[in-house]
């Protein structure tokens, strides 16, 4: 919950988003025919609903608060769910109000710099009609338009609950895309941690996982919902019922689960073969480090005895003296060196 809505009656309308201006776009499927226009007044899509077609209204950016709500009173939407539409951080869901079905879940895509972002998509279902909000102010759809004005069939014998399914599935096989991403970038993760355990390896990883568990995050609570639209009478009764369709999104989104799962594990994985890593070089270097001390300290010793300024002390007047306390500090040394060899310490 933001702050700025702390406080407020429930069903106060607050964007919470960055977006652009509100663009209205109005396409109407006809049996034969498709109209397209950017709508500038919401009281001209009132106009057009009466006619039966099937309608799809995009409302590209959610800045402008008052034409929002403008569409929530011709469509008898409660204020509830367009406050649900306006807060950006939706866990995905999907209710049914007294007109219609409201659903949101969360868009994924692929920047050119390899970043995974997302953004909320809103869905609300009528009789007639399908009404998508995206705080991005492209057109994201334009696929499914391009779609529908080569062959509608579909559409006009399923009406709105069709092309909410077109949506959902549109939206869910951007998952997969994902996935490749996310099989391609742990791919490279592996090469990298076998070869060098280095900290911006560290920080790949961890950024691809916090990414990756979002991702999962977005993916159980629609599972609940295709569950929930399977189990609804309007979409699985009936001759316009749609779910044999519902059914294989449900398989769409099993089966990128059960991918996400892998690459969680896989990237556990990963990350504990990093810190192993990471931890045998550690130990090798303080056990080259012990072995040099261990060869050292003895002669040390040896300096410091001969390093004493007493008067009456041993071979401190032997011309030989010195040499002879070289050479057995050498011997010191190589002995002890090939003891550490030996153990495999070296």
């Given at each position: 919950?933001?702050?700025?809505?702390?406080?407020?009656?429930?069903?106060?309308?607050?964007?919470?988003?960055?977006?652009?201006?509100?663009?209205?776009?109005?396409?109407?499927?006809?049996?034969?025919?498709?109209?397209?226009?950017?709508?500038?007044?919401?009281?001209?899509?009132?106009?057009?609903?009466?006619?039966?077609?099937?309608?799809?209204?995009?409302?590209?950016?959610?800045?402008?608060?008052?034409?929002?709500?403008?569409?929530?009173?011709?469509?008898?939407?409660?204020?509830?769910?367009?406050?649900?539409?306006?807060?950006?951080?939706?866990?995905?869901?999907?209710?049914?109000?007294?007109?219609?079905?409201?659903?949101?879940?969360?868009?994924?895509?692929?920047?050119?710099?390899?970043?995974?972002?997302?953004?909320?998509?809103s869905i609300i279902v009528t009789k007639n009609c399908v009404i998508s909000f995206s705080d991005d102010s492209n057109n994201i759809f334009s696929d499914i338009e391009n779609r529908f004005e080569k062959s509608h069939k579909r559409l006009i014998k399923y009406g709105s609950s069709y092309l909410m399914y077109s949506l959902l599935d549109f939206i869910i096989d951007e998952?997969?895309?994902?996935?490749?991403?996310?099989?391609?970038?742990?791919?490279?993760?592996?090469?990298?941690?076998?070869?060098?355990?280095?900290?911006?390896?560290?920080?790949?990883?961890?950024?691809?996982?916090?990414?990756?568990?979002?991702?999962?995050?977005?993916?159980?609570?629609?599972?609940?919902?295709?569950?929930?639209?399977?189990?609804?009478?309007?979409?699985?009764?009936?001759?316009?019922?749609?779910?044999?369709?519902?059914?294989?999104?449900?398989?769409?989104?099993?089966?990128?689960?059960?991918?996400?799962?892998?690459?969680?594990?896989?990237?556990?994985?990963?990350?504990?073969?990093?810190?192993?890593?990471?931890?045998?070089?550690?130990?090798?270097?303080?056990?080259?480090?012990?072995?040099?001390?261990?060869?050292?300290?003895?002669?040390?010793?040896?300096?410091?005895?001969?390093?004493?300024?007493?008067?009456?002390?041993?071979?401190?007047?032997?011309?030989?003296?010195?040499?002879?306390?070289?050479?057995?500090?050498?011997?010191?040394?190589?002995?002890?060196?090939?003891?550490?060899?030996?153990?495999?310490?070296?």
């Open positions: 919950m933001k702050k700025s809505t702390i406080g407020l009656a429930p069903g106060t309308l607050v964007y919470d988003g960055v977006g652009e201006k509100t663009k209205i776009k109005l396409i109407s499927y006809q049996e034969k025919t498709v109209e397209e226009k950017d709508i500038i007044r919401v009281a001209e899509i009132s106009a057009q609903a009466k006619k039966g077609d099937v309608l799809w209204i995009q409302v590209n950016g959610l800045r402008d608060v008052e034409k929002i709500a403008e569409i929530g009173k011709s469509f008898v939407i409660e204020t509830l769910i367009l406050e649900d539409v306006l807060n950006q951080n939706q866990r995905p869901k999907f209710q049914s109000f007294e007109n219609g079905d409201f659903i949101t879940l969360r868009k994924y895509s692929l920047k050119d710099t390899g970043k995974v972002v997302s953004e909320q998509i998952y997969f895309l994902i996935q490749e991403h996310f099989e391609d970038t742990i791919e490279v993760l592996a090469k990298a941690v076998a070869k060098s355990a280095s900290s911006k390896t560290r920080e790949k990883l961890y950024e691809v996982r916090t990414q990756l568990l979002l991702f999962r995050k977005s993916i159980l609570p629609l599972l609940e919902v295709i569950d929930r639209l399977k189990k609804s009478e309007n979409y699985s009764v009936g001759q316009k019922s749609i779910k044999i369709y519902l059914e294989d999104l449900n398989d769409h989104l099993v089966h990128i689960q059960d991918l996400s799962r892998t690459y969680t594990e896989m990237l556990e994985g990963l990350s504990s073969l990093y810190f192993s890593t990471t931890s045998d070089k550690t130990n090798e270097v303080m056990r080259a480090l012990t072995a040099i001390t261990i060869i050292f300290l003895p002669l040390t010793l040896i300096a410091g005895i001969y390093g004493m300024n007493f008067k009456y002390m041993p071979e401190t007047k032997e011309v030989w003296g010195y040499p002879v306390a070289i050479l057995f500090m050498i011997a010191v040394a190589v002995s002890i060196t090939l003891v550490l060899k030996n153990k495999k310490w070296l």
